[in-house]
């Protein structure tokens, strides 16, 4: 398939336009026309660059990309050394955030509730990005944290007692520690977020509201891969996941 194909594609398919993002969704680095090979990844690390285009993939796409409201938009340094070493190999690269957070079935928010058996609710938190619900299955905040550790392949940093009974929940890949007080007032048993900030310790544990801490990169990894398979299946192109060992 020809890169605008992919392009307009993706923007279509995750509604770009309807987002107020922190940086530019879409195309960001634009390298060959042609594409048969995409690979995917959480970050458009040095690291993950380096293996993609070892590969000879023809495009990467990340959630985390480059160009953020408010960085130093000189391309010097590790920005320099990153977008050159696409620009030598001519290999585009495209970055989905918010969007990528939100879609209602590839997105990280609904993949991670597939992953841990949550039924989906409702949206709330700013542009809806944040989900409510309910476990398929009640159970102890213990066994919640264990079960995510399984999944996620990292230890969860979990506030509160682990004999509470939970049965509704909220969530919210990333960053999404902001949304707690919103969550509270939702009436759930728990909070799922990959950072915690050092208030909402408090507020957990003078609500009696369990906070999940299962790290930023940790719960952002699936909705790009669901991307990337979709596209894979729909336009019978190869695709690669890239990941990082990291434990954030």
């Known amino acids: 398939m020809l890169l605008n194909e992919l392009r307009d594609y993706i923007g279509s398919l995750l509604e770009v336009s309807r987002f107020r993002d922190y940086n530019p969704n879409g195309l960001q680095v634009e390298g060959r026309t042609e594409i048969g090979r995409i690979a995917t990844g959480v970050t458009a690390s040095q690291a993950v660059l380096e293996a993609a285009i070892a590969w000879k993939a ?48 590839l997105g990280n928010n609904a993949q991670l509730a597939k992953l841990l058996s949550f039924n989906f609710t409702g949206n709330f938190g700013d542009q809806n990005i944040a989900c409510y619900g309910s476990l398929i299955q009640p159970q102890s905040l213990q066994q919640l944290a264990h079960k995510i550790h399984n999944s996620l392949q990292r230890v969860p940093q979990v506030i509160g007692s682990v004999n509470a ?47 999940i801490a299962a790290g930023h990169h940790a719960t952002e990894r699936f909705g790009v891969q669901a991307l990337g398979e979709h596209l894979a299946l729909k336009f019978g192109i190869e695709h690669r996941f890239f990941d990082q060992d990291i434990h954030v």
Request: negative net charge; charged residues 15%.
């Open 165 to 211: 009974q939970i049965s509704s929940i909220a969530w919210c890949s990333g960053g999404g520690q902001g949304y707690f007080e919103q969550a509270l007032a939702l009436g759930v048993n728990a909070f799922l977020t990959g950072e915690i900030s050092e208030q909402n310790v408090h507020a957990a544990q003078e609500t009696g509201v369990a906070f």
């Open 58 to 105: 023809d495009a990467i796409i990340v959630h985390h990309g480059y160009f953020w409201r408010g960085e130093d938009p000189c391309i010097t340094g590790m920005k320099k050394h990153r977008i050159a070493q696409l620009l030598q190999n001519d290999t585009s690269l495209l970055a989905y955030h918010l969007p990528l957070d939100a879609h209602p079935e």
